[in-house]
């Protein structure tokens, strides 16, 4: 299984899922040194090209942490 990883700010983060939400798609990081290090990003496809992005605001992480949580919320209760 290939793992999908990012460098951002001189960390290594790994893609632990992509969501999309209203035509947007969040992509989910867990620092690959620190799992308590979690980040939410945009990823906008560009000119052939795929970059993350930041969140615009807290409403948007809550938004986008929202659907991470429903869609894992089985596994979130089973544990």
Do not use: C, R, W
């Amino acid at each position: 299984m290939e793992v999908e990883t990012i460098e951002i700010d001189g960390k290594t983060y790994i893609e632990l899922e992509q969501i999309d939400v209203d035509g947007v798609t969040y992509a989910y990081l867990s620092n690959k040194d620190d799992s308590s290090d979690f980040l939410i990003q945009k990823i906008i496809p560009k000119d052939g090209e795929v970059y993350y992005e930041g969140l615009e605001d807290k409403n948007e992480f809550d938004l986008a942490l929202m659907h991470f949580a429903k869609k894992h919320n089985g596994v979130l209760e089973d544990n």
